[in-house]
């Protein structure tokens, strides 16, 4: 399954006192399944409900309430997996993880330990310039969550809300291939993209539907590949690329400086504080028996078929790394601009309906630099974009076929953006048309070589003096000239 072409990733070396160490780096990654009902129940996951008003008997822990299987998010994690390059497993099976919080009301989570239903994959990652990195991924088994406890909203007392009890998750586990905080954000990002265009998870880490534990330890040069690393930590929770990176770089550098001062590490679940920029000891880390893992008793093994797996395979989409690949070669786009425009899949399809029948490139210069500078500066997204692929397309081909400039291009697009509009009809009842009237373009090159004799004597010996009569033309013409045939003109007249 492995790629063995691609170069080992490169550790960020950090120098310590008694010399340089390594970081190696395995994350978890809690992806909410996007189901419309919980795992184990109907009730509805919709997102901003009043507090414990999405809660079934089932997800609150009542006495005979018996769960039944959501075979959706089932077939979700299975695209997933298939998204993934992972081998889906046809027998698996659910087990009980015990532990007693608040908010977790049946005093267990329903988890997949010992038969997880997807096995092993792997994940192409983007790091800056050419080179790519391969993360294995071990397993993703399906579970629920729990509900979230509140803190802040009375003195003396802690509110717990339970509409979040029994959503499903898929926990993404990879092998510990990381070995920089760069590394560690660009394989969530990927996730997060793959996901997205697969339809399995929305990936909104502000709202906590993609979060990511991330386990941290450090050794010398050498002792990676002799497997030989040091005793990891987690950090729970991490909602942000930014702050992943800025958690992992802070606890390399603890372990580091615990090692070199004659400490011991002590394996243990701790918490990124962004405010202090620092992580702080959460609780000693559980090991599998803390949770007297066991099968649930109310479940029987998961057992799908070979053929519903190879339907959903081929119901996939075209997933990122195909769709950049075809970019490159079918409209000839640079590495840069094709992974600009399949971050989303939105993207890739408004940049394909501007370029269809058209030239690549060009469209993609559009659609990057014009509109998606645009939107961003105006805090937009696409999907609110008050240009259409078709209106973007009209401006394009009124470029091609001469009938508008570059420059007049750049103001029809701000009449379309702000006003709206058929981008050919204002071209013709605002007179934007341009002129590719040689003689008329003659008789306006004349008029300026003529009120600007000093000028032309000076062009003379300083040939790049072209470009101001050129300048002086089109601002004669109302920018409406044909740049082409200015410059043509302007250097024969002149003798250049």
Not at 152 to 172: H, K, Q, Y
Not at 352 to 375: C, P, T, Y
Not at 405 to 427: C, H, M, N
Not at 461 to 483: E, S
């Amino acid at each position: 399954m492995l790629d063995l072409a691609l170069p080992a990733p490169r550790p960020k070396v950090i120098e310590g006192v008694t010399g340089p160490w390594e970081m190696v780096i395995g994350l978890e990654v809690h992806a909410q399944i996007a189901s419309r009902a919980k795992l184990f129940s109907g009730a509805s996951t919709e997102v901003g409900a009043e507090p414990n008003s999405q809660v079934s008997f089932v997800d609150a822990g009542m006495p005979g309430m018996l769960p039944v299987l959501n075979e959706g998010c089932i077939e979700q994690a299975v695209r997933t997996g298939l998204g993934l390059r992972a081998r889906i497993n046809l027998r698996s099976a659910f087990d009980r993880k015990n532990y007693f919080y608040p908010d977790l009301p049946q005093g267990y989570q329903i988890s997949q330990l010992f038969h997880p239903l997807v096995g092993e994959g792997e994940v192409f990652v983007d790091m800056p310039g050419p080179s790519r990195r391969i993360v294995r991924i071990e397993r993703i088994h399906v579970e629920q969550d729990a509900g979230k406890s509140i803190h802040d909203m009375d003195p003396a007392l802690s509110f717990v809300d339970l509409n979040r009890t029994g959503v499903a998750l898929m926990e993404i586990v990879s092998r510990p291939d990381i070995r920089s905080p760069e590394e560690a954000a660009a394989y969530v990002a990927k996730l997060r993209q793959i996901m997205r265009y697969l339809g399995t998870c929305d990936g909104d880490m502000q709202h906590g539907n993609l979060r990511a534990d991330v386990n941290v330890s450090v050794c010398r040069p050498g002792d990676y590949e002799a497997g030989r690393w040091g005793t990891r930590c987690e950090i729970k929770n991490m909602n942000s690329l930014r702050f992943i990176q800025q958690a992992i770089d802070y606890e390399a550098r603890r372990q580091i400086a615990i090692l070199e001062d004659g400490g011991t590490v002590v394996q243990e679940t701790r918490l990124y504080d962004p405010e202090r920029g620092e992580t702080r000891s959460m609780r000693s880390k559980e090991e599998a028996h803390d949770y007297r893992y066991f099968p649930d008793p109310d479940l029987l093994p998961l057992e799908i078929d070979q053929d519903w797996v190879d339907a959903i395979a081929a119901s996939l989409p075209e997933l990122p790394d195909a769709k950049k690949a075809r970019f490159m070669a079918q409209y000839g786009l640079s590495d840069y601009d094709a992974s600009v425009l399949t971050v989303e899949a939105s993207d890739a399809d408004y940049f394909e309906a501007v370029a269809r029948g058209r030239d690549g490139k060009q469209a993609a210069n559009w659609v990057i630099n014009d509109l998606f500078g645009r939107l961003k500066k105006d805090g937009r997204s696409l999907a609110d974009s008050p240009v259409s692929p078709d209106q973007l397309g009209r401006i394009i081909d009124l470029i091609a076929d001469g009938s508008i400039s570059g420059k007049i291009a750049k103001d029809l697009f701000e009449i379309v953006y702000t006003e709206g509009g058929d981008p050919v009809r204002i071209v013709e009842e605002r007179g934007m048309r341009q002129v590719t009237d040689t003689a008329a373009i003659e008789r306006a090159v004349d008029e300026v070589i003529a009120a600007n004799p000093a000028q032309v004597e000076k062009a003379k010996t300083q040939p790049k003096l072209a470009g101001w009569f050129v300048g002086q033309v089109m601002k004669a013409t109302g920018g409406k000239a044909n740049p082409a045939a200015v410059n043509e003109i302007v250097a024969r007249k002149l003798g250049l």
